[in-house]
């Protein structure tokens, strides 16, 4: 088992910052491919970025891509998302995940955190 931990959301101005946390614990945290996923109200939960647990590799989502940056410290068992320039449609609930295989794919993902709001504001 994985237990995430989201923190960071908050309310942020149109092209201000806002860097989310995941924290991890349970399972060797290192081996997991990390994600960050969001769901806007009345939308379905989509993909954000990913993190491979080697090298590492990344993966966004076109929507987020050269504005939004996904790192992790496998010492601290610790996931981030850097968001700059955001946008009110940026607004929604983020999500850490952690898979067992190299994916982006929602179903795919194993194990959830509870979620945080970000909203940002025009």
């Known amino acids: 088992q994985v237990q995430l931990v989201e923190s960071g959301g908050g309310l942020v101005q149109a092209g201000g910052s806002l860097r989310l946390s995941c924290a991890a614990s349970g399972r060797t945290f290192s081996r997991f491919v990390m994600g960050w996923f969001r769901q806007a109200p009345g939308k379905e939960r989509v993909f954000v970025a990913a993190i491979s647990w080697s090298l590492p590799i990344t993966y966004y989502a076109d929507s987020v891509k050269g504005r939004f940056t996904i790192s992790r410290d496998n010492a601290k068992n610790t996931v981030y998302l850097q968001m700059n320039s955001v946008k009110p449609d940026d607004t929604a609930v983020y999500y850490c995940?952690?898979?067992?295989?190299?994916?982006?794919?929602?179903?795919?993902?194993?194990?959830w955190g509870q979620g945080t709001q970000v909203t940002v504001s025009s």
């Open positions: 995940a952690a898979a067992e295989r190299q994916t982006i794919t929602t179903s795919q993902y194993d194990y």
